[in-house]
């Protein structure tokens, strides 16, 4: 199994867009939800967005809802983490992740002060978004 983050992360101004990848190789993908987790300096891990590719069912946090968008690719195997109209509080390492569960697991992302204890993660990618 290879499970990475690929491109996407770097340095943005308020108000842009980056694109993030997660390509998960050997991986059943439907078997699979994949979440978004980011982790700011000094901050707790926190949940951001997920996917069950095998109905497309998603969840979102709050603070991204209307500015992120998850979607995946089977065909591919990568879920991508559209992300426009970046603020400052969205600045951090952004990890994907993958549990074999069913499309519920995905509410998961919404908890916080929990342990995400997910079957495989993906190394980070550093988002920054300059004021």
């Known amino acids: 199994l290879r499970f990475s983050c690929r491109r996407g992360g770097g340095l943005v101004q308020v108000g842009g867009s980056l694109r993030l990848s997660c390509v998960a190789s050997?991986?059943?993908?439907?078997?699979?939800?994949i979440g978004w987790f980011r982790q700011a300096p000094g901050k707790e891990r926190e949940g951001v967005s997920c996917?069950?590719?095998?109905?497309?069912?998603?969840v979102d946090i709050d603070a991204v809802k209307g500015r992120f968008t998850i979607s995946s690719d089977t065909a591919k195997n990568t879920v991508y983490l559209e992300m426009n109209n970046l603020k400052p509080d969205d600045t951090g390492v952004y990890y994907c992740?993958?549990?074999?569960?069913?499309?519920?697991?995905?509410?998961?992302?919404?908890?916080?002060?929990?342990?995400?204890?997910?079957?495989?993660w993906g190394k980070g990618t550093q988002v920054t978004v300059s004021s």
């Open positions: 992740a993958a549990d074999r569960a069913f499309g519920a697991r995905c509410l998961q992302v919404r908890a916080t002060g929990v342990s995400y204890d997910w079957d495989y």
């Open positions: 050997g991986l059943a993908f439907d078997d699979y939800v």
């Open positions: 996917i069950s590719s095998s109905d497309g069912y998603t």
